[in-house]
């Protein structure tokens, strides 16, 4: 489930948001409680006009560290004020009073998109490259950094990539490993994989190398 960070200082309107954005399946974080800044959300709704400090100033802090969709929704109009809104690190600028159906429908492409950058498909498996797990459907495992780094090496690759290959790309990574440490990834991963149902995805061709197939 999406999660969606809503900074809104009008109570009936953040009630309404909240609502509305449950209704349609997202988890919600109250950005009014500054801690919530700091844990994960995927999008943030914030308002401009805020007592104590601008959306504008909250957007900013997010871009610190996030690069999640931030789409400003607020009753002002000015092109100065929208202008302002993509130099902080805004994606998108909503004007009140909006529209349900439209904010909707820029969250969801948002976050489709995130998704798109975020995530490497192969068949059924799915290489989350933000928080380094592999998925399968709803199932999913977290990888060590030398796993992940195996399995991007081969859902990036079209067709079979040679071990040799596969070490010289993991040392231009920085990560040291040689022909006995890639192969007990290698099995560790295959491991991992049938526990969330993609039993037999890593194929192998002797003296050739390795590539992902279907299970």
Not at 114 to 121: C, F, P, S, V
Not at 144 to 170: P, R, W
Not at 178 to 201: H, Q
């Amino acid at each position: 489930m999406h999660r969606i960070l809503i900074v809104e200082d009008d109570e009936v309107i953040f009630e309404e948001l909240k609502k509305l954005l449950a209704r349609n399946g997202y988890e919600t974080l109250d950005g009014r409680d500054n801690d919530n800044l700091a844990r994960d959300f995927d999008c943030a709704v914030l308002d401009v006009g805020l007592p104590g400090r601008s959306g504008y100033e909250i957007c900013a802090q997010i871009r610190e560290t996030k690069k999640c969709p931030v789409i400003f929704l607020t009753s002002m109009d000015k092109p100065e004020n929208e202008l302002m809104g993509f130099v902080v690190g805004g994606d998108d600028y909503i004007r009140k009073p909006f529209n349900t159906a439209v904010l909707l429908a820029r969250i969801a492409r948002f976050l489709k998109s995130k998704a798109q950058e975020d995530n490497i498909i192969k068949g059924s498996l799915c290489l989350d490259t933000v928080k380094m797990e592999v998925k399968n459907g709803e199932k999913r495992i977290p990888l060590s950094k030398t796993e992940f780094m195996v399995l991007k090496i081969l859902a990036e690759s079209n067709g079979i990539i040679a071990q040799k290959k596969i070490i010289e790309k993991l040392w231009d990574d920085e990560a040291y490993i040689d022909e006995n440490t890639l192969y007990v990834n290698i099995n560790r991963l295959r491991e991992k994989l049938k526990d969330i149902g993609l039993d037999g995805v890593i194929k192998t061709m002797r003296g050739a190398g390795y590539w992902l197939g279907e299970s």
